[in-house]
């Protein structure tokens, strides 16, 4: 079902509606192929849908009565379950797409054993999507959501205008966002003014990550909550307001190849303890590369967003619906 146009959209109830109503039906449309496992990227996208379903929902809370079971926290679940299989899967095509056709024949050999491994978890993953997808939980979710949608219950402040409440909805995610201390890693306070560090070597870089990786990680998770809320209503705004979406999603991505990369260092690690530098000193190098190159993808983006007056007109922008 399409989403309702700025003109027949009036009220907050009628958009949160059609906003469940849209993720939802992507969600469902996905299932079945995923049960069969017959293609990665239907998982991904099931997977989306329901990271945008529970945006949805979560951010509209306020003018929603939504039964129990279709909640923020029980599609978080379900998410996490996607979400674990999907990881693998986007670490096994990193790993022969990227890495792999650059490896000499010793470490290829080497591989052998990283994707057994990773064959074996997958089959452990699979098993837990497919037992979720028919537990009762998840046949509860859905319908208890299609009946929703069937009757939906509001609370009262479902019925002002879209337009006047906009910029309550969005700026306080974006305060949020801004305020995340993953900005400031990297960083040093020189006179009150936050300087970017740009004279880090590979080495430093790699030392940082590995003791503030969890902290950028979560900021490309607040990143990735911005950017989903903000396209809720894209169709509300100017065209300005979609180039800001566009440089979200970019901190989002190059943030999140960051953390692919480091979160793969760590399962190679995993598996072959204190001798992964020994088995894959190409992959090991490679990955460490990689990591350094994207850090110097990110810093434009974390100096931009530094500035004051960026801030501002990024927060000017939200003002200014259409």
């Known amino acids: 079902m399409k989403i309702a146009t700025k003109t027949t959209v009036k009220t907050l109830g ?6 469940i109503q849209k993720h939802f039906s992507k969600t469902l449309k996905y299932e079945k192929t995923v049960k069969k496992d017959e293609d990665p990227e239907a998982l991904h996208q099931m997977r989306v849908g329901m990271r945008r379903l529970r945006t949805t929902v979560s951010r509209f ?3 929603l009565n939504l039964p129990k079971p279709a909640s923020d926290k029980k599609i978080g679940k379900i998410s996490r379950c996607l979400g674990s299989l999907r990881d693998l899967d986007v670490l096994k095509e990193n790993l ?23 064959a074996q978890q ?29 009757k939906p219950s509001y609370q009262s402040l479902a019925s002002l205008p ?16 801004f305020l995340h201390p993953g900005w400031l890693v990297g960083t040093q306070v ?8 740009t004279d880090w070597k590979a080495e430093k870089i790699e030392q940082h990550l590995t003791n503030k990786g969890d902290t950028v990680h979560d900021l490309r998770k607040q990143a990735k909550r911005v950017r989903y809320q903000m ?29 692919d990369s480091v979160v793969m260092g760590e399962w190679l690690t995993d598996i072959f303890k204190s001798e992964f530098n020994t088995h894959l000193p190409t992959l090991a190098n490679l990955l460490a590369e990689n990591r350094y190159q994207l850090w110097q993808q990110w810093q434009p983006l974390q100096e931009r967003y530094l500035i ?7 927060r000017l922008a939200i003002l200014q619906a259409a």
């Open 14 to 19: 009628e958009y949160a509606h059609e906003a």
């Open 61 to 63: 809370d306020l003018v």
């Open 96 to 118: 022969e797409t990227l890495y792999q056709p650059k490896l000499p024949n010793k470490e290829q050999k080497s591989l052998h054993k990283v994707f057994h491994a990773l």
């Open 122 to 150: 997958r089959e452990v993953a699979l098993a837990d999507v497919l037992n979720t997808l028919k537990d009762e939980p998840y046949k509860s979710f859905k319908q208890t959501l299609e009946e929703w949608l069937e």
């Open 162 to 177: 879209i337009q006047q409440v906009l910029p309550d909805l969005l700026l306080p995610e974006v305060s949020i966002f």
């Open 190 to 197: 020189i006179e009150s003014e936050v300087k970017i560090r």
């Open 231 to 259: 396209e809720l209503f894209a169709d509300l705004y100017p065209e300005s307001y979609s180039a800001y979406i566009a440089e979200v999603k970019s901190i989002q991505d190059i943030l999140g190849s960051i953390q």
């Open 308 to 314: 004051v007056k960026n801030r501002n007109d990024f």
